[in-house]
């Protein structure tokens, strides 16, 4: 023997050709595959970075992709079939596949949720900003608010005092019928229905012994015990009782008495001229 050929003292070791190219193939696809499971695991480590939202992201999809990462491409096995080993590796890369797939699908919900939970945050904030602008408007009308308005804003036609021989306790506003007769301030209905005299009566109690009266109404729009706010409607113009027109008998009460409605509204800031 001139020549040592040490492939032929074995030959039973020696791979096939078509054994050869499937392992070769084999080893290239793992690698590949390497790279699939770093890239999943790299998605993974980002799902798991994102814990506070990890239990409302899909489980099942993070599951399966991490059971898929955590599995070796272990495919060779002596006794395989070149052909079974195949099928197995591409069955493999496509599970490896969906499983990028699944997890690609996953960030994807999570980033949804995290833009969701910024708009929704976003908008609460919006809200709770209007929410406080809309109490210091509030506030502020609440502030700017006078105390005492006119009842009326129609024509002056009588004022407080003798007339006639007798006391005329109020102040008369010359208005059409049906025109509406406001409340001067925040109050209580203490009187409303028909009295001797004053026709159709409304009665608010201000408080701290301050009441008002207003007359002849044609219509009365409260009832007693109506809490009333400033400007209220409280009755419409009239002609009723000892009225020989339609108008507006207003009065103001201190303590039970009657006081001058004119000069009482200008000391408390009312401008009737
Ligand atoms: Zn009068």
């Not at 791979?15 to 499937?22: D, F, G, Q, V, Y």
């Not at 998605?43 to 506070?52: E, I, K, P, Q, R």
């Amino acid at each position: 023997m001139s020549t040592h050929d040490h492939s032929d003292e074995h030959p039973e070791r020696e791979p096939s050709n078509l054994r050869l190219r499937a392992v070769r193939l084999l080893h290239r696809i793992r690698r590949e595959a390497h790279t699939r499971h770093f890239v999943v695991a790299g998605l993974l480590t980002a799902l798991v970075a994102g814990s506070a939202l990890a239990t409302v992201t899909d489980e099942s999809a993070q599951a399966k992709a991490e059971r898929v990462a955590a599995e070796p491409l272990d495919l060779v096995q002596s006794g395989w079939p070149v052909d079974t080993v195949l099928d197995e590796i591409a069955a493999q890369r496509g599970t490896a596949t969906s499983a990028i797939e699944l997890a690609e699908v996953a960030v994807a919900e999570k980033q949804a949720l995290d833009e969701a939970e910024a708009q929704a945050q976003a908008e609460a904030a919006e809200a709770a900003a209007q929410a406080e602008a809309e109490a210091e408007a509030a506030a502020a009308a609440e502030a700017a608010k006078p105390d005492w308005i006119a009842p009326s804003d129609d024509r002056i036609t009588s004022h407080y005092g003798e007339r006639w021989g007798r006391l005329h306790a109020g102040m008369d506003f010359a208005n059409w019928y049906d025109d509406p007769i406001w409340a001067i301030g925040d109050g209580t209905v203490t009187y409303a229905g028909w009295m001797d005299g004053y026709g159709h009566l409304v009665v608010v109690d201000h408080g701290d012994g301050i009441e008002t009266a207003y007359g002849h109404a044609s219509e009365v729009l409260v009832s007693v015990g109506d809490e009333v706010e400033q400007g209220d409607h409280l009755s419409l113009t009239g002609n009723t009782g000892n009225s020989t027109g339609p108008h507006l008998h207003f009065e103001v009460r201190i303590n039970g008495q009657q006081v001058d409605p004119y000069k009482w509204l200008g000391d408390h800031g009312v401008d009737l001229d």
